[in-house]
């Protein structure tokens, strides 16, 4: 064994050291004393690690090096879907150049792997772990890849679906034919008894498009949990086989280049009869197994949890600073409420979601965003907005009408998603700039609408940046890519409205972010000049002291942030007219957009503006 191989295999065998213990007892408490199924565990991962390239290894001790490189305020993520973006993983690394020039350093692909068409729900019923889809290319194009964003300083996300497979994965059609084995790696019952004692306290995640959390499978005979959609099987993870093999296809992606695991859907993950079967305290056990994993095997390797639920209920994924889970988690109640605020013109519940926030450890980074590839949820603070006379079902019905157009003078373009005349509750679907009403505008020709559209867009991308954590943009939110209505021609997306803003990225648009006069440049180059303050001031380094500025105007946000003798004051105007932050500041400051020096004293603000105010 040379010197290098005796050095990475001393690395491994300290890092299973130091989380031996606990990962056996952890283990042990997940299945029982089985010894054997715990070695093969732990043989799993020296195999993962004997399997990582000597390249990546390097990319660990570099990353190791600098530990909080994710917290910094040069640090500026992107989402994308390859096919709609460029075609291809190869399409994505000839368009390397147009990532880099919009300063994004974290790319997250949505999904890749392999995934029957038009039954994978966008990629999430995945039927082999081990192969990107041949629409998208090979796993040596995803190496290629990963490679060559590592070159360019640039870290790669990649979606983890660890709660279910595919109908098509290898082991739910051994399961069908009867293989015993394999359907132990699901919930299979041999009648509706068991199913129908679940559905009583489990609830629907899609009521609408596919009710109910099971399915009959007819080639079995038998009935399978599927809590989204029938095509999608859950995995039975009180079975340790299905931890050991689906750690080992997590560990597969990291040795093929992936730095961001997003755990997928991984509040579901455990299921107990009797129960929601929704962050059930053994989800923490498993995320924390997986985060031990990653840090025996690739310790450079972060993950991402995707949690889309309250505050309260998401940041116990975070776990203790003694054995943390998830690096990141997603800030989903403060995009739902930046859009609740877009919609009423009224600050106060904005004010209090980022209080909550704010008040949170500074260790946690949470990953900021506008828009996503999915729906936008009203999972508001309904207790907090009682007191101003708020009903949830008819503010629901209010924030719909308004966002897709049919208010009164909204011009918001969008479209509702799962509506569930029952319960009357629905989610909403767009793209940020359809609905700021750009598209409205462009289609009415009104020059003045345009302009205070594209205000509205601008404005909410100041805010996103002032945040701390990572601000992630949508991919065609850069040129205020418009929604795509083509998807309802196409018989495999027509019934799910999420495709509106999953349009393809328009190049012919992109090629026009250099003229200012063009509403593709005026906000390309907006972000542009955004990016760059954020990147040279250290006020926005994510170790700052952040708070709520009282501005005593319900139409105004106002947010503070300090650091090492510097300190920030940000507003932004969510109303339809000119208004003033009543602040009374002491001292000098300077606006970071414009340069002048200014007071910070009963600041106004035009629709949809919004300041820096810098003070050292």
């Not at 919930?187 to 498009?209: A, H, L, M, S």
């Not at 002032?466 to 850069?478: A, H, N, R």
């Given at each position: ?54 390249s ?12 909080g ?29 147009y ?8 790319l ?14 966008g ?35 990649l ?22 084995e ?15 004692e ?25 009935v399978?949990m ?15 086989t ?15 280049g992936?730095?961001?695991?997003r755990?997928?859907?991984?509040p579901?993950i ?5 129960s929601t079967?929704?962050?059930l305290?053994?989800v ?38 003694e054995?943390p ?12 409420s ?21 008040a ?18 009203w ?117 799910d409205s ?8 328009s ?10 006069k ?5 906000i ?17 380094e994510s ?74």
């Amino acid at each position: 064994m040379n010197k290098k191989m005796h050095s990475a295999h001393k690395g491994f065998d300290a890092r299973l050291e130091k989380h031996y213990d606990e990962l056996k007892w952890l283990y042990y408490e997940l299945y029982g004393e089985d010894p054997e199924a715990f070695a093969y565990f732990c043989d799993m991962l020296r195999r993962a690690d004997a399997q990582r390239s000597g390249s990546l290894k390097k990319w660990d001790e570099k990353r190791l090096q600098d530990e909080g490189w994710y917290k910094r305020n040069d640090l500026l993520g992107m989402v994308m879907y390859v096919d709609c973006f460029a075609g291809s993983l190869k399409g994505v690394m000839d368009h390397l150049d147009y990532i880099r020039e919009c300063n994004v350093n974290y790319l997250h692909l949505m999904p890749i792997l392999k995934s029957p068409e038009g039954r994978s729900d966008g990629g999430y019923a995945v039927s082999d772990f081990a192969e990107v889809d041949p629409r998208f290319g090979s796993m040596d194009d995803l190496r290629l890849l990963a490679e060559r964003c590592h070159e360019a300083g640039i870290a790669v996300c990649l979606d983890f679906v660890m709660n279910h497979t595919s109908e098509n994965h290898e082991w739910a059609v051994k399961a069908r034919q009867g293989d015993r084995e394999a359907q132990e790696r699901y919930f299979f019952f041999d009648d509706w008894t068991i199913p129908r004692e679940f559905e009583k306290t489990v609830p629907q995640v899609f009521p609408q498009t596919a009710p109910g959390n099971f399915s009959w499978c007819a080639e079995a005979g038998k009935v399978v949990m599927t809590t989204f959609y029938p095509y999608q099987w859950d995995l039975n993870y009180h079975n340790p086989t299905v931890l050991n093999d689906m750690t080992a296809n997590m560990l597969n992606l990291c040795n093929n280049g992936v730095d961001i695991i997003r755990l997928d859907a991984v509040p579901y993950i455990w299921k107990t009869l009797g129960s929601t079967c929704r962050n059930l305290p053994e989800v923490h056990t498993l995320v924390r197994i997986m985060r031990m994993a990653s840090e025996i095997v690739c310790p450079s390797v972060l993950l991402l949890g995707e949690v889309v639920m309250e505050p309260k209920e998401v940041v116990p994924y975070f776990g203790t600073l003694e054995k943390p889970e998830c690096h990141m988690l997603y800030n989903v109640t403060t995009m739902a409420s930046i859009w609740h605020t877009v919609a009423t013109r009224d600050v106060r519940l904005l004010k209090h979601q980022l209080g909550t926030v704010f008040a949170l450890p500074g260790e946690y980074t949470f990953l900021n965003y506008l828009r996503c590839h999915d729906d936008i949820g009203w999972g508001l603070d309904y207790e907090y907005l009682k007191q101003f006379g708020v009903r949830e079902a008819e503010h629901k019905k209010y924030l719909n009408d308004y966002l897709k157009g049919a208010w009164p003078g909204s011009g918001a373009r969008g479209e509702l998603y799962n509506d569930d005349p029952r319960l009357k509750d629905a989610r909403l679907c767009g793209t940020t700039a359809s609905l700021c009403g750009i598209e409205a505008a462009e289609y009415e020709g009104d020059a003045e609408k345009l302009r205070w559209a594209v205000a509205l867009d601008e404005m909410l991308h100041v805010l996103l940046f002032t945040m701390s954590g990572v601000p992630v943009l949508y991919s065609g939110d850069e040129i205020g890519q418009l929604n795509d209505y083509t998807y309802h021609e196409d018989r495999n997306k027509r019934e799910d409205s999420r495709y509106l803003h999953r349009g393809a990225f328009s190049w012919k648009d992109a090629s026009k972010r250099k003229d200012r006069k063009s509403r593709q440049g005026q906000i390309y180059q907006s972000l542009q000049e955004m990016e760059r303050i954020r990147r040279e001031t250290a006020v926005f380094e994510s170790d700052a002291d952040t708070w709520i500025i009282e501005t005593f105007n319900d139409r105004v946000l106002g947010i503070g942030r300090f650091r090492q003798g510097q300190k920030l004051i940000a507003l932004f105007n969510f109303g339809d007219a000119p208004e003033t932050a009543w602040i009374e500041e002491e001292g000098d400051y300077k606006d970071l957009h414009s340069g002048k020096r200014m007071p910070a004293f009963h600041v106004p603000l035009q629709s949809h503006g919004y300041v820096w105010l810098l003070q050292e």
